[in-house]
């Protein structure tokens, strides 16, 4: 399967951004999609994954409470909404699908850039 992400930009503080991520092929309900990012001389970071059949979501503790991970069966697809975006919060986001067992996953998505400006 191919992921494509997108939607990323330049926000300011405060503000507010949605990011998607589309497959190639049908996810089907076992699956788990999940985002995570990168931010430059930092090791990728887990963000927030969702169980595909049943929706149970998680995620990291730095964005509890301000992003919302959700998907689109319909069009095989996953969001991020991010509010009350941070500096920090700055980094190349990726989605990527399927776990393994040491929780890396098997498919990733090329990237998408979120900037937040102070």
């Known amino acids: 399967v191919q992921l494509q992400a997108f939607g990323g930009g330049l926000v300011q503080t405060g503000g507010s951004l949605r990011l998607s991520c589309a497959a190639s092929?049908?996810?089907?309900?076992?699956?788990?999609m999940g985002w995570f990012r990168q931010a430059p001389g930092k090791e990728r970071e887990f963000v927030a994954r969702i169980r595909w059949g049943f929706q149970h979501t998680r995620y990291a503790d730095s964005v509890k409470g301000r992003f919302t991970i959700s998907r689109d069966s319909a069009k095989n697809s996953v969001y991020l909404q991010m509010n009350s975006l941070k500096p920090e919060d700055t980094a190349v986001y990726y989605c990527a699908k399927d776990p393994r067992s040491d929780g890396t996953y098997v498919n990733w998505g090329q990237g998408t850039q979120v900037t937040v400006s102070s």
């Open positions: 092929e049908r996810i089907y309900s076992s699956a788990t």
